[in-house]
């Protein structure tokens, strides 16, 4: 006899939506998945471009463990660590692991500031480590203010489980979207008005979507404001290392050492390796603290989200090689320029432009405003489903990252090599040039008084397909 499982047996976390896979940005997963591009299996397939991965220096990677088999405790030159690494850690992690990411963190940020290695708490990676901050800066019903756009993964790192809301700080393209003083003074304000306890402020640094890094002032200007409101700073510097060019990654452990009025029990910082050293599956995140209480807190939460005590292995040998990070660093920065220039260069060559203000990150932010049948999230939608379904490619829509300005996508362009890139340039480009043509033709034809029609309700009534191969999420069902 088979027995179906009766939904009201299970929690509200577990039958709700908190997690926020019902939207575009995972249908774009989705989609990919159903269809992965190959390059000789399916290469009509979906190329995967809404996926923040770092793939363009494992070559390094690959030579450094072939060159360093002890560092590995699979391995028979590692065997003799076996026993001692396998056997249980506790949660403060092992010492040499927290000493390398202490200096590696460093590094990636000029040797300009130092680590402390007794306040780095390890989770499983920056989705756990994001959660753990939550937990024990907030309670259910407070929040966190947020600059969007921004990360739609956050949405379900900070709230799902926790309770917290996430309130949007609206900023805006005609800035660059920078983060600026009245934007974080009006959201602020918005939450009061509504009784909501703000808790705190979380930035990315450098930006995930944008690219781009946040400049000096804007970061006195945001640690004046939380020590104003006396809420807590959450830096996001995932990415603190995919600083391609100038100007230079500034770090909120430089500016709080700095003569700064700033109270540091208020000031935390979330890092990992997924994206600097491309090692998203290794699920090493870190919360660096400089309030006590947090460091202590947060170190007993981390029983839940540890480490395995073999990768802490692996990466404290790797980090600590001090001639090979030095390579990595460099090489890593230099190959993401050059992926960057190409890139934008490519789509350049046919009239679209990215935020002229990137300099970091693995994406670009495009702007394709104006490709939209109408300036709006229906418009986005529209046209997000036409470069899914018909271009055939994973690139995600500026309204899953809470930007209030249609048209905006970002798009990913380190997780791939060099031939697939030439081949996602050239469906673009395509794409395009056949929207460029079908507008000359419509408008000949209007200008001759033959046909009057639009040219927008063209390009999309014979593009778009009825049948799309993607889940639709709820918010695509309701907005097309």
């Known amino acids: ?33 159903e269809d992965p591009y190959h390059p000789t299996k399916n290469p009509k397939g979906v190329i995967q471009m809404g996926l923040a991965e770092n793939q363009l220096c494992f070559d390094l990677i690959q030579e450094w463990l072939k060159n360093n088999p002890k560092a590995s405790i699979c391995t028979p030159e590692g065997a003799e660590e076996f026993r001692d690494i396998a056997i249980f850690q506790d949660y403060h992690g092992l010492p040499e692991f927290r000493n390398a990411v202490a200096k590696f963190m460093a590094k990636g940020r000029g040797n300009r500031v130092t680590f402390d290695p007794d306040r780095i708490v390890m989770s499983g990676g920056a989705t756990g480590a994001h959660e753990m901050v939550a937990f024990c800066l907030a309670d259910p019903g407070d929040a966190f203010l947020v600059p969007t756009p921004y990360y739609p993964g956050f949405d379900r790192d900070l709230r799902w489980r926790t309770g917290v809301q996430l309130i949007p700080v609206e900023c805006e393209s005609s800035n660059q979207f920078k983060v600026t003083r009245k934007a974080l003074e009006d959201a602020y304000d918005t939450a009061q008005l509504d009784n909501i306890r703000v808790k705190g402020l979380l930035i990315t640094n450098p930006s995930n979507p944008l690219g781009t890094i946040l400049d000096r002032e804007t970061l006195k200007s945001i640690v004046s404001f939380v020590n104003e409101k006396n809420i807590h700073l959450v830096c996001d510097e995932i990415y603190a290392a995919t600083v391609f060019s100038q100007p230079d990654f500034v770090s909120i452990s430089e500016i709080i050492e700095e003569e700064v009025e700033c109270n540091l029990d208020l000031i935390h910082i979330v890092y990992s390796l997924s994206k600097d050293m491309g090692f998203p599956g290794f699920r090493v995140g870190i919360i660096y603290s400089y309030n006590d209480a947090v460091v202590s807190c947060a170190r007993k939460m981390s029983s839940f989200g540890l480490v395995s005590s073999q990768t802490q292995h692996l990466i404290a040998s790797m980090l600590s090689d001090d001639e090979f990070v030095e390579k990595f660093i460099m090489q890593n920065k230099k190959r993401l320029a050059t992926r960057y220039s190409s890139f934008t260069n490519g789509l350049a060559q046919v009239g679209i432009k990215c935020l002229k203000t990137s300099n970091a990150g693995l994406f670009v ?22 470069i899914i379904n018909n271009v055939k490619l994973n690139v995600s829509p500026g309204s899953s990252f ?3 300005e249609p048209g905006w996508f970002r798009v990913c362009f380190a997780n791939m090599d060099d031939q697939t890139m030439e081949v996602a340039l050239s469906r673009i480009k395509t794409f395009i040039l056949k929207n460029k043509e079908a507008k000359m033709s419509v408008k000949k034809l209007c200008w001759q008084g033959s046909l009057k029609l639009s040219f927008s309700s063209r390009i999309y009534d014979e593009i778009i397909s009825p049948h799309s191969p993607i889940p639709h999420s709820p918010l695509v069902r309701a907005r097309t």
């Open 1 to 33: 006899m088979v027995f179906k499982l009766n939904n009201q047996l299970l929690s509200k976390i577990a039958t709700g939506n908190g997690h926020g896979e019902d939207s575009p940005y995972f249908d774009g997963w989705k989609a990919y998945d």
């Open 365 to 386: 932010w495009m702007d394709l405003r104006r490709l939209l049948k109408e300036q709006t999230i229906e418009g986005e939608i529209a046209l997000w489903r036409v």
């Open 402 to 404: 809470r930007c209030t």
